[in-house]
């Protein structure tokens, strides 16, 4: 059950949409379930004599009072408006339950307290089967304002405690950092249309994954308007700089033909303007030549920075935390726009699932995430997909976003934790499509017999606590070919095994071979090394070394909106 408390000014005009068909006629049977007093308020909807002048009269019966006092005047926002809706798949409440839930919602969110005589006036209206509309005007009888000091939160408490009672779907309790939900009239519009998702969602994903792969604000907005984008930027009055912007999805209108225009922060609160400089480098650095001395370092840097956030997870520092899932977040996005197997589909969907996990009342220290957001924004610009690395850095991602869901749910965050959980489920699902072709050449092409006996002599020196788990565990011969293949390029195996075996993922993995598998194999080579070596010493970029090109972010170009909405 979801609550969505606002403010506005207009009581006759909130009254006229309540009982009236709707933007797209989606309204029926609108009529009153609940108020202050049902023997004083006049319901339209069910008395052909009751306009909504006289309901809004005796709604603001208070507020005129007030008005009439000597220095008296209306006060600004004075109406009150909550929505409250069940989860998709609950039952249908009756109309006297919907009543008990408003009276008890106006109760928690202090509009009317109980056995408060001077409370607020109120009315809760059903034009829907799945929902209800409250209102009230906030000025009690008594010409003071009511306490609503976190009104959205109680309300949302108070809906927990409804669910339970009434056997609904449980939802997570949030802490006021989700994105905005469409109205009713959004998903009826996009219902129309043949959409499955609202402009609004469509926009989000769209700046998210735009957000993520840019490297300036200027960037960000020429990037948003060649996929079809509108893009409206508010300018300082003085100084002429962008303060604020809005986005609006090619063809959505409103009756008079124009866009439908979505200021950032109303799309998600950290793609305002503010947060989003936050994530973003400066010009200068934006500006400098970008070479890479092999293609394979993005992936690699990539998976090096996610297993680096794995360990800040357990630092106590939430702050940095915090900002490590806000990059983890940009990377995933990346990693799915640089993906081009069948797995892809999961990448993108546990991208947008982890938005929600990404940020929480804890304020992001997105320095202390340079690292991270640094090497997402490399693989943005890859060229190319190297099978076993990009094997290796899904599995990392698959890692991070369980303890992603462990840390928020330690800290109460219940809908971080949901959602990461949910990207948890999709990377591994991507994980599982991927992984078994690529371990399985790696097993065909295993070393000869001698050669597999000498690196069972080297784990069991390494790792002799888990030597036996290791050997006995079914991609134990996959490990050995990337152990001869690390070997090959002059790394000790004896060496990397106690190397990449002292990371924590061994004492709790399954299948422990297939840790080590993927740990060697984002592993830099020597050869590599060798040659990044010599390149700095020049003081000029390597002869392999090549600009990157920019690759198209995970994005829905307009043209498809109707395939993926």
């Known amino acids: ?272 303007i503010n947060r989003l400089r936050e994530r973003l480098p400066d010009q200068a650095m934006a500006d400098r030549p970008r070479y890479v001395a092999d293609p394979a370092d993005p992936w690699r840097h990539t998976t090096t920075a996610i297993h680096a956030a794995r360990t800040v997870l357990d630092s106590g520092d939430d702050a940095a935390t915090q900002g490590h899932l806000a990059a983890f977040g940009d990377a995933l996005y990346n990693i799915a726009s640089v993906t081009t197997g069948p797995h892809r589909a999961e990448l993108r969907a546990a991208a947008m699932a982890f938005n929600r996990a990404r940020r929480s009342a804890t304020r992001a220290d997105h320095q202390a995430a340079t690292a991270l957001r640094k090497a997402a924004k490399e693989l943005a610009y890859a060229s190319s997909e190297p099978g076993g690395l990009a094997i290796a850095l899904l599995f990392a991602t698959v890692h991070l976003a369980r303890a992603a869901a462990k840390w928020h749910e330690q800290r109460g965050h219940e809908q971080q934790a949901a959602a990461a959980e949910e990207a948890f489920r999709h990377l591994q699902a991507g994980y599982q499509q991927a992984a078994p072709p690529v371990l399985a050449d790696l097993t065909c092409r295993a070393p000869p017999a001698a050669t597999a006996r000498r690196f069972e002599h080297d784990v069991r020196a390494a790792l002799p606590d888990h030597a036996d788990r290791i050997l006995a565990d079914p991609t134990w011969t996959a490990l050995t070919t990337t152990l001869a293949q690390a070997e090959t390029v002059g790394l000790n195996p004896r060496r990397l095994l106690a190397e990449v075996g002292s990371q924590r993922e061994l004492d709790s993995a399954e299948h422990p071979a297939e840790v080590l598998n993927w740990r060697i194999t984002a592993q830099p080579n020597q050869r590599t090394q060798a040659a990044r070596s010599r390149s700095t010493i020049s003081g000029t970029p390597s002869m392999s070394a090549t600009p990157h090109s920019p690759a198209t972010p995970a994005v829905t170009r307009p043209e498809e909106r109707s395939r993926h909405r």
């Open 1 to 272: 059950m979801v609550p969505d408390v606002s403010t506005g000014s207009d009581t006759r005009g909130l009254i006229a949409y309540l009982f009236g068909p709707g933007r797209r006629d989606e309204h029926t049977d609108a009529h009153i379930v609940a108020a202050w007093d049902t023997a004083g308020a006049p319901d339209p909807g069910r008395d052909p004599a009751a306009t909504y002048s006289q309901l809004a009269k005796r709604l603001d019966h208070h507020v005129d009072l007030r008005t009439r006092e000597p220095g008296g005047k209306k006060p600004p926002r004075h109406v009150w408006h909550c929505p409250v809706r069940t989860a998709p798949g609950d039952r249908y409440l009756t109309d006297a339950e919907w009543a008990e839930v408003a009276r008890r919602i106006v109760r928690a969110a202090g509009i009317s307290p109980e056995g408060d005589e001077k409370a607020c006036r109120w009315i809760a209206v059903r034009h829907a089967d799945d929902h209800i509309h409250i209102m009230a005007t906030t000025v009690r009888a008594d010409g003071r304002r009511p306490r609503t000091h976190r009104d959205g939160q109680r309300a949302q408490a108070e809906c927990r405690k409804i669910e339970a009672e009434f056997g609904l779907r449980r939802l997570k309790s949030g802490d006021l950092t989700a994105p905005r939900t469409p109205t009713g009239a959004e998903r009826a519009k996009a219902e129309h249309q043949g959409q499955t998702v609202t402009a609004r969602q469509w926009l989000r994903e769209q700046a998210y994954a735009v957000a993520a792969a840019v490297r300036t604000e200027a960037d960000y907005f020429t990037v948003l308007q060649s996929l079809g984008i509108k893009v409206k930027t508010r300018l300082g009055p003085e100084t002429g700089d962008v303060i604020g912007y809005s986005l609006a999805a090619p063809s959505d209108t409103n009756a008079a033909g124009e866009p439908v225009w979505y200021g950032g922060s109303k799309l998600a609160p950290d793609l305002s």
